[in-house]
């Protein structure tokens, strides 16, 4: 049985093939705005991944708390202080990843040699 090397990371401005979990996340807050180079099949799923299920948490925590429902009769309910903090993180939570989330979009359409 053989063990595989260990991969080394290699440096931002290079895409990193076969990226682990925890390196693609970190690359992509690192590479916060960097629309030009390439970001590799890995890097991409993992962090589509990482922000799925941060957001499905986000949305379950919200909807457990009374969030953004409504009554049966279609009217919404009056949203708890809980709700709205949590809200609130929610949207930071789209802001934060906004940027990212298109500059990754952009590099992986590089990376199959397509204008992003």
Known sequence: MT??????EPPL???FYGAPFGAAVKRFFTKYATFSGRAGR??????ALFTGVVSL??????AATGGLSTNMNGTANTPTGA??????????WGLAI?????ALV?????DTDKAG
Do not use: C, D, G, M
């Open 3 to 8: 063990v595989p090397a260990k991969t080394t």
């Open 83 to 92: 709700a709205i903090f949590l809200t609130v993180i929610y949207a930071i």
């Open 42 to 47: 890995a890097e991409y799923w993992w962090v």
């Open 106 to 110: 952009v590099r992986r359409l590089h």
């Open 13 to 15: 401005w290079a895409p």
């Open 57 to 62: 948490v986000l949305q379950i925590i919200l």
């Open 98 to 102: 906004l940027i990212p989330s298109l």
